[in-house]
């Protein structure tokens, strides 16, 4: 797959399943041009028995399946490998000529608790089938043909924002009927008026009020979650929540703004070792530094959530939300980052990084380098915190969404809608 070869992980498994059964049948295997049937001859004594996918051995076999059906593809289906962390194996497959996507662990996990590997050539023809279906339909050569970065961008939800939710309009979008929020939706896009662009607001109508039409109308949005977990998890931020954070990767919130958080505003810096000291002379940005050697003043939660949260401080929006294998909205205790948020002070912590670098330099003899990208990422972690500061001032619970970097791309676009969704009605008397 030129677009983006097999993620490192999976050639293992790949070559690892591969080598099982070439010992296992004494006779050469390829994953990659083996008939199914006969690879499943050779599966049958890897497994001892019928597939389960609570075995740990079973699960690497069906992932070494999944990467060898995953690479079958690529030709003449020209498929590619995108990052996707929803999904079991960390990366799906994406098609050039449509918004199609496959999970190749999926695929072969049903493929193995059918004990019928050939399933997969007929999950193959399916997507050829609706492959050619899109090539040829009106106007398909006016398309933009897709890439790995497309998918993950639209996909991936690698993006993180913490938000605060009006317990009540939370407990009321929970209960809301598709019907209701169409209406809603149109009458707020009326009211917005001006504020939303013409391509935003029927691209809002599209997404929103089209996915509702999908729905049941006679059951509530969480009675159905499991039909568009998505668009549930959506409806419910425009309508309940009430501040937000700025968006930002989630390994970034993870690795750079709450460890900056934990570590604080320090008035001493530890004495530097021999490495540390060629470190800055080789050109480490201090801020990276800074992170890596200056000892937290405050614990963070090694096994918690993003190292913030312990497991018991996070929990589901609504019941309902169990029923997904990987819910992107998540509540979580304000109360575990209150007291270090409030004592945060952007002023103290860029003085305190502005020491830092006074400081090495004295320690190495030597100017540290501070890079355009390092200093960007510091300013973008502080600004972070500081709307962290600002989210914890509003009242109500604390929440964390994941997003799709397309999703991030259109936040700001929303906010007019959102204000329009949750400010006052006016009706007119007659």
């Keep these: 797959m030129a677009n983006r070869p097999i993620p490192p992980h999976l050639a293992a498994a790949l070559e690892q399943v591969q080598a099982a059964l070439t010992q296992a049948l004494g006779k050469p295997v390829n994953l990659l041009s083996d008939p199914w049937a006969e690879v499943e001859r050779g599966v049958a004594r890897l497994l001892g028995g019928a597939f389960d996918p609570s075995k740990p051995e079973h699960t690497a076999v069906a992932l070494g399946l999944g990467a060898a059906f995953g690479e079958r593809l690529a030709e003449p289906d020209q498929g590619f490998w995108f990052p996707n962390r929803d999904a079991p194996e960390s990366a799906m497959v994406g098609f050039p000529d449509a918004v199609l996507m496959l999970s190749p662990l999926g695929a072969a996990a049903e493929a193995l608790g059918q004990s019928?590997?050939?399933?997969?050539?007929?999950?193959?023809?399916?997507?050829?089938?609706?492959?050619?279906?899109?090539?040829?339909?009106?106007?398909?050569?006016?398309?933009?043909?897709?890439?790995?970065?497309?998918?993950?961008?639209?996909?991936?939800?690698?993006?993180?924002?913490?938000?605060?939710?009006?317990?009540?309009?939370?407990?009321?979008?929970?209960?809301?009927?598709?019907?209701?929020?169409?209406?809603?939706?149109?009458?707020?896009?009326?009211?917005?008026?001006?504020?939303?662009?013409?391509?935003?607001?029927?691209?809002?109508?599209?997404?929103?009020?089209?996915?509702?039409?999908?729905?049941?109308?006679?059951?509530?949005?969480?009675?159905?979650?499991?039909?568009?977990?998505?668009?549930?998890?959506?409806?419910?931020?425009?309508?309940?929540?009430?501040?937000?954070?700025?968006?930002?990767?989630?390994?970034?919130?993870?690795g750079l703004a709450f460890p900056l958080l934990f570590i604080g505003a320090p008035q001493s810096f530890p004495p530097l070792d021999d490495e540390e000291r060629q470190a800055v002379k080789q050109g480490i940005d201090p801020f990276t530094l800074f992170l890596d050697t200056v000892p937290y003043a405050n614990p963070a939660r090694d096994e918690g959530y993003l190292g913030a949260f312990d497991?018991?401080?996070?929990?589901?929006?609504?019941?309902?939300?169990?029923?997904?294998?990987?819910?992107?909205?998540?509540?979580?205790?304000?109360?575990?980052?209150?007291?270090?948020?409030?004592?945060?002070?952007?002023?103290?912590?860029?003085e305190a990084l502005g020491r830092w670098t006074a400081y090495l330099e004295a320690e190495a003899g030597q100017k540290p380098v501070e890079s355009e990208p390092a200093t960007q990422l510091r300013d973008v972690a502080v600004q972070l915190l500081s709307d962290l500061k600002r989210l914890l001032t509003h009242p109500g619970d604390m929440y964390v969404r994941r997003m799709t970097e397309a999703e991030a791309q259109s936040e700001m676009s929303l906010i007019p809608l959102r204000l329009a969704l949750q400010g006052p009605r006016i009706i007119l008397a007659p």
């Design 311 to 350: 497991p018991d401080q996070v929990s589901l929006p609504h019941p309902a939300f169990g029923q997904l294998e990987a819910p992107h909205l998540l509540k979580v205790d304000r109360a575990a980052v209150t007291g270090l948020v409030e004592q945060f002070d952007a002023d103290k912590t860029r």
């Design 116 to 254: 019928k590997l050939e399933l997969l050539d007929t999950i193959a023809a399916d997507i050829r089938k609706a492959l050619a279906q899109a090539r040829f339909a009106p106007n398909a050569g006016q398309a933009q043909r897709l890439n790995a970065e497309a998918y993950r961008q639209l996909f991936d939800p690698g993006m993180l924002q913490f938000l605060v939710f009006d317990p009540a309009k939370a407990d009321a979008a929970w209960a809301l009927h598709p019907d209701t929020v169409s209406r809603e939706i149109r009458d707020a896009i009326s009211r917005a008026g001006s504020k939303l662009t013409p391509e935003v607001a029927k691209g809002i109508e599209q997404q929103i009020v089209g996915g509702m039409s999908r729905l049941d109308p006679a059951k509530s949005l969480t009675e159905q979650i499991i039909r568009a977990p998505r668009l549930v998890e959506l409806v419910a931020s425009l309508n309940a929540a009430t501040a937000f954070t700025g968006v930002a990767p989630d390994d970034f919130w993870e």
